[in-house]
């Protein structure tokens, strides 16, 4: 599976962005992706994620209300809509996907659930 992420850039604070994240190659079911980060000397962190199956999404707390996760079934697609941006969320995102042969007992949370990743997209946000 080949993760190829965009839309990263440099916005202001309280600005926005639109991540996306195609996935290609081996198809899953029972797919979920995710979205992840990693600022600068920090461990990387989960930020959200969908399961395909329900749309059913996951948020960190941090970014509840503030960031959107969603997807494009049809060209296997993932979106990061984030507005209300804050400088401390200046991080490299990756976007990252797996699948299971059922849903149950999968933390979505946690970056070990995931065996694919991209390269990753430099988000800025200046003060």
């Known amino acids: 599976v080949q993760l190829q992420a965009s839309g990263g850039g440099l916005v202001q604070a309280g600005g926005s962005l639109r991540l996306s994240c195609v996935a290609s190659g081996r198809t899953f079911n029972n797919l979920y992706m995710g979205w992840f980060r990693q600022a600068p000397e920090k461990e990387r962190e989960f930020v959200a994620a969908?399961?395909?199956?329900?749309?059913?999404?996951y948020y960190a707390d941090s970014v509840k209300g503030r960031f959107t996760i969603s997807r494009d079934n049809t060209n296997n697609i993932v979106y990061l809509q984030m507005n209300s941006l804050l400088p401390e969320e200046t991080a490299v995102y990756y976007c990252a996907a797996d699948g299971r042969r059922f849903y149950t007992g999968i933390n979505y949370y946690s970056q070990t659930e995931y065996r694919y990743w991209g390269q990753g997209t430099q988000v800025t946000v200046s003060s």
């Open positions: 969908i399961r395909w199956v329900d749309d059913s999404t």
